[in-house]
């Protein structure tokens, strides 16, 4: 393991936690978008140039300001004065220490078993846009009218709505 | 310890951890606080270490020319996009009809 994998991950879940902890909102969103963009050294790290440019141009290009927007909207900038945490946090801290505990388990026990081999992928973009107009052409075609309808779905259900007769 | 350090000894599992870590703290996000929009980022989180779950099988993966793994993490990508349009396009709503976005504090279906 490379001492930069360490800390590219160091980044990335430091990015996480402080986004789960951190009381404001909008610092909450600035944390999130740490942790985006260290996913998106580790997608290059993992020699996935393709998928990482995309992780950057996609989340913190487009997710993070949307992010943002929306706690503008929302005045979510205030903090509430019952505290952000739910009533129930204890259970949920729980629930999430089992699974990572499961997860970890299950990775630790069963990775000897897969094999993996360790030279570097000779893929180009070229080759990433072949295999998505040849052999992925319908996943394509369907992504682009699922992005169509949820745009347009995201819109009509953020308009304005009209008041309705009591 | 022992399993540890041996299952570290290989470069697939040290991500498949760091993306199990990233998926739990994505989770406590999601069901400890009382944002709606915090919840939201915090199923981002849970997709993103999905996502890099499935590079990570492509790189280590015994056909990475067939780039299985990596056409599911574009389209995941492109799907989560989407799902946070919707998502955020819909707390909105709710806090235009109910003036909060704190999830504790919706707790009627009748309009």
Known sequence: ?166 | MTSMTMGLATPLAGYLLVAALLFAIGLAGALVRRNAILVLIGIELMLNAANLNLIAFWRFGPHPEALTGMMFAIFSIAVAAAEAAVGLGLVISIYRHTNTAELDNIDRMKG
Do not use: C
Not at chain 1, 70 to 89: C, M, N, Q, R, Y
């Open chain 1, 1 to 166: 393991m490379s001492p930069i994998f360490y800390l590219l991950a160091a980044l990335t879940l430091a990015g996480g936690l402080a986004t789960v902890l951190l009381k404001h909102l909008v610092h909450a969103a600035l944390a999130v978008t740490v942790a985006f963009a260290g996913l998106a050294l580790l997608f290059l790290q993992l020699d996935a140039q393709f998928a990482g440019f995309a992780q950057i141009l996609v989340y913190i290009g487009a997710v993070a300001i949307l992010i943002v927007f929306a706690i503008l909207l929302t005045h979510g900038a205030d903090l509430p004065k019952e505290g952000v945490f739910s009533k129930t946090w204890l259970v949920g801290l729980i629930i999430a220490a089992g699974v990572f505990a499961v997860l970890g388990w299950a990775v630790l026990e069963s990775v000897s078993a897969i094999p993996q081999q360790n030279t570097m992928p000779a893929v180009t973009v070229r080759d990433i846009g072949n295999a998505l107009l040849d052999r992925y052409v319908l996943p394509l075609e369907i992504v682009a009218l699922l992005l169509t309808a949820a745009t347009i779905g995201a819109v009509i259900v953020a308009m304005h709505e009209k008041e309705r007769p009591k």
